[in-house]
């Protein structure tokens, strides 16, 4: 019995898998149960910014683990400081003070929440094709979400406005508006880059309305878009920022950071996780920021990312999309033939809501010779 046999056994049905096992990897590549050496460029959904074994996060988890495994919020910690710390440096001008959670969907959650309950109102503005997570309030403002979302109702009203055009989001959001929600480059709907005078509309809205702008940057935020975080392409900043994904390099962390009037506004038991801001995540944090900064992972995302856009619309590929290691590839047969093809010639890549675009989240620590093969493959493929 194979391990998709044996996962069935035992776990819920609910995920599409590709048909290979992982058993170790380091840097970029994934070896599999069969003795292939796959060059991973889907990252695991975005997570995986440092690749596979760092020897910074090793040493930061097994450092932390002998320390101090877990203590809650009830108590205060110099990691969780430092990692706050480092977050608000790292974060947009003006955004100082975090709040760590465990995944995407939960700090979207939390900024959701936040906004309601300091305005006082009940609708939320969100764009056509956005993923925002599967709780109930992210999911909420998830486009096309009705066909899985399962609660019988959703905790507030959300008007859907086009990706595209600013005007529309300037009629929508007025003074019921509690938030607008955005991804600057929209992760599944296929690495769509938002245009940037959408981006300056909705903080301008938002300013008017008195409603907050939450940047969704769960996939394009932590320098994935060749900028620390992707709003910043637009001068834009926002009043509360979700990450996670890269933000841990494969642990689990998300966290919002938002701007110190908001803070202020947040009393004792507003918020809570248990999990959240525990001391593994934090040194986890601490060090990914660390790393990319040294590491100048920012400056390498956005060089390698021009090069994939300079080599590989090729063979089936007839543009690319996208912002720095968030990358579509539009191709003119679908993506899951091409991907399976790439997987043939052993490089991983992964799908979309769109099903002619190709998703690209590979690890920051490429170099010009992974660039290479992928571009060597693509031609390898029949248009």
Same mark, same amino acid.
């Given at each position: ?44 959904? &975005? ?67 936040? &906004? ?84 300056? &509309? ?182």
């Amino acid at each position: 019995m194979n391990v998709i046999a044996r996962e069935a056994e035992h776990l819920l049905p609910v995920y599409a898998q590709m048909d290979l096992e992982p058993i170790r990897a380091e840097g970029p590549w994934i070896h599999t149960a069969d003795g292939r050496k796959i060059l991973d460029f889907y990252g695991g959904h &975005a997570v995986a910014a440092l690749g596979y074994g760092h020897p910074r996060l090793v040493e930061t988890l097994n450092r932390q683990a002998q320390l101090l495994m877990f203590q809650s919020n009830a108590v205060a910690l110099e990691v969780r400081a430092r990692a706050a710390q480092r977050l608000a440096e790292f974060a947009p001008a003006g955004l100082t003070h975090a709040f760590f959670v465990n995944s995407g969907a939960e700090a979207n959650e939390n900024a959701l929440r936040m &906004a309601c309950k300091a305005t006082g109102r009940a609708r939320v503005v969100a764009l056509e094709h956005g993923f925002h997570g599967r709780t109930a309030a992210a999911a909420a403002v998830t486009w096309g979400a009705e066909k899985w979302y399962g609660f019988p109702q959703r905790p507030f009203e959300v008007v859907f406005v086009s990706r595209e055009d600013p005007d529309a989001l300037r009629t929508a959001v007025d003074e019921r508006t509690a938030a607008v929600i955005l991804e600057p480059v929209q992760g599944v709907a296929g690495a769509y880059d938002v245009p940037l005078e959408v981006l300056k &509309a909705a903080r301008a809205a938002c300013d008017a309305a008195g409603a907050w702008l939450i940047s969704d940057e769960v996939q394009s935020g932590m320098g994935r878009s060749g900028y620390a975080f992707a709003i910043e392409r637009a001068g834009v900043t926002p009043d509360i920022l979700t990450m996670a994904k890269s933000l841990g390099g494969g642990f689990p962390v998300g966290a919002l950071i938002t701007r110190p009037e908001i803070a202020a506004t947040q009393q004792v038991g507003d918020l809570g996780t248990t999990f959240g801001g525990g001391p593994l995540a934090c040194a986890i944090v601490e060090t990914v920021i660390d790393v990319i900064e040294r590491e100048q992972l920012v400056q390498r995302v956005a060089r390698l990312s021009q090069r994939i856009r300079e080599t590989c619309i090729v063979g089936p590929v007839t543009a690319i999309q996208g912002a720095g290691f968030l990358l579509g590839l539009r191709t003119s047969r679908p993506a899951r033939d091409i991907n399976r093809e790439l997987l043939a010639r052993d490089i991983m890549a992964g799908g979309s809501a769109d099903p002619h675009i190709v998703r690209l989240l590979p690890p920051y620590i490429l170099d010009d010779s992974h660039v290479v093969q992928l571009a060597t493959a693509l031609k390898e493929i029949a248009a």
